[in-house]
């Protein structure tokens, strides 16, 4: 695990914000980069993992005590069934791979688990944590970098959009690659995302050529760059992963004020300027609750905004004690229970098994399709015919 002591600004995880903008670099400083509660499960169930592949794979760090996955357990603070399925996923899916690797190859492959990587030429006590790297001599040389995503955003190995490799794989992959060349040949990458959380698993295969020429072209001019003070903002969808999302200026200039009417007296929009409005309001809500959620915080912590007050959002009774409630309301011949209430697909599936479910209630199971949205055209989801759908309906 990666010493908490040391804050990379420009970390592998952050590059493809930093890279896409170099203002925000300027938020990096781990003021604005607060640790959340998702984050620290993230954490979490990385440890857990990581303590799984090793056993699994008798892989020993002889840097740190050893610990049996019940101790690593008990020292988990937010331990859940939830954390166990991901890390016992993701630990299965590692020795897989590595199963894969070492079928195809003449040598034991090499496998790192949580590898503190040395990016001390990008910036001072610079690190990153690698997940886990395998290299084989498959096809004369194949490095495997696996990343565990605990988050509900997707994320790619290659970029649908843009078709670019994800820039803090490719960090892993470059660094992994300078410290280990001298020993191991690599000529190919293979950039694995395992995100089980939303069933998310993807990857992409570059060349040794197509990484050195990503630090040559993309990472080094951009840290020279940042280096140089040359803070150039560039708003985009990484904003919304900015850790200073809430504070940026530019963002919210971009997002509020270059509206196309911005400028004009109108007393009532017409559809051209409503259609101008349109791809920008997806920004302006994001912000607008960036912000809040921000300004929530700082009132959380003793900050009086001028005009506001911190109130509960709705008042809730809760029962305290069950036991005694039920006890009481049976020694007043009171039923305390409500009638049963039928369990959801989900856990009825889990009761019968798959099978079962879809031969006895499958027929009264029917999908229920979303209220329509409107979303702009690149996103993948299949355009509804609206003209169709009420001539059908
Ligand atoms: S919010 Fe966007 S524009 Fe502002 S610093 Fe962050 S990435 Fe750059």
Known sequence: ?????????????????????????????????????????????????AALISKALHVTNYD??????????????MYSAEMQDIADGYADYAVNAYEFEKKRSKQEPLVVIEQELDLSDIEEDGVGTLDLGIVSDRDGGTLTIIDLKTGRLPVYAKDPKTGKFNS?????????????????????????????????TNECEITLEELLNFEEKCLKPMVQRIKNGFHNPR????????????????RMLN???????????????????????????????????DLKEYALKKALAGKKWDGFKLVYSKVTRKIIDEEQVIKICKEEGIDP?????????TELTKRLGKEKFKE??????ALQEGSLVLVKNDDSREEVNIEEEKNNA
């Open 337 to 345: 229970f409500v009638s049963q209430k039928l369990a959801g697909i």
């Open 64 to 77: 740190e005590e050893f610990k049996t996955i019940e101790e690593v357990k008990e020292g988990l603070s």
């Open 168 to 200: 803090q794989l490719g960090m892993y992959a470059l660094y992994f690659y300078k410290t280990f060349k001298d020993l191991y040949q690599i000529k190919n990458i293979r950039l694995v995302i395992y995100q089980p959380v939303i069933n998310n």
């Open 360 to 365: 006895l209630l499958g027929g009264y199971v």
């Open 255 to 289: 997002d509020l004020w270059t509206l196309p009417f911005a400028e004009k007296e109108v007393n009532k929009l017409s559809e051209e300027e409503i259609n101008a409005i349109l791809p920008h309001l997806d920004g302006i809500i994001s912000y607008a609750e």
């Open 235 to 250: 708003c985009g969808d990484h904003c919304k992963y900015c850790p200073g999302r809430m504070l940026c200026r530019y």
């Open 1 to 49: 695990m990666p010493s908490p002591s040391k804050h990379s600004k420009l970390s592998p995880s952050k590059s493809n914000i930093w890279l896409n903008c170099s203002y925000s670099s300027l938020f990096m400083d781990g003021e604005t980069n607060e640790k959340s509660e998702v984050a620290e499960f993230g954490t979490q169930c990385h440890e857990l993992g």
